[in-house]
């Protein structure tokens, strides 16, 4: 449910917002901060697919070393259609999911098997303390039951899908972490409210560009 990374002392880490299939502009994203795969790490909050061109890219990119994603609710889409077969296909068609309603089974269920290893959170160890990883809105008040959170169906389905915190503009402060980066909701600009960190800008949308948070340096 929680993945646990310890500290990268040889480069930096950063976080990338939603990319929904939009691959090589994430490419770009990456050389213009001079991304080195060989000592940095980029983590992404989730949502890889659905939208943009280059889906089937995603499973490429979840093989490199130095690339970790969370799963996000179109990650759920994915894994509920080929594992489960409980998705409401029409509503998975209008977010979306064209593409891969549109693959043979057995490549839906390569997806769907990959994607079910995702975890719901990350954490990584930074020279501030430790930064938290998922979606949409952290579930709990306190980092430290996130695990009996996610253990829930509900705790899970807050991770993936809630817009909650930022429609209420929730300032309330996650204890016991120094700052949760989430995505799922398109900004024009990174939102911190709380010590929440809001970066989908949206680098899937026609006016938008990728965040990419150095969380070293937050
Ligand atoms: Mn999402």
Redesign the pocket.
């Known amino acids: 449910m929680i993945r646990h990374f310890g500290k990268n002392a040889a480069g930096r880490d950063f976080v990338v917002g ?1 990319i929904h299939g939009y691959f090589s502009r994430l490419q770009e994203a990456l050389a213009a901060c001079g991304f080195a795969p060989g000592k940095d790490r980029l983590f992404s909050v ?2 890889l697919v659905d939208r943009g061109p280059e889906c089937e890219l995603a499973l490429d990119w979840l093989a490199q070393p130095w690339f970790h994603a969370v799963r ?3 990650e759920d889409y994915a894994i509920r259609h080929s594992l489960t077969g409980r998705v409401d296909v029409d509503n998975y068609m209008a977010n979306g999911g064209g593409w891969f309603l549109g693959l043979p089974a057995q490549r839906q269920k390569e997806f769907g098997l990959a994607f079910d290893k995702l975890p719901y959170a990350i954490e990584v160890e930074t020279a501030k303390g430790l930064v938290g990883v998922l ?2 809105d952290c579930p709990v008040r306190d980092w430290k039951d996130l695990p009996a959170a996610l253990a829930g169906k509900p705790g899970r389905m807050t991770t ?1 899908w809630s817009r909650e915190r930022t429609q209420y503009s929730d300032q309330s402060v996650v204890q016991n972490v120094y700052a949760v980066i989430v ?2 909701t398109p900004l024009r600009e990174v939102v911190a409210l709380g010590n929440v960190v809001h970066i989908d800008t949206g680098g899937w949308l026609e006016q938008g560009h990728f965040t990419l948070l150095d969380i070293g340096v937050l």
């Open positions: 939603d989730g949502d996000g609710n179109h979606h949409a993936i995505g799922h």
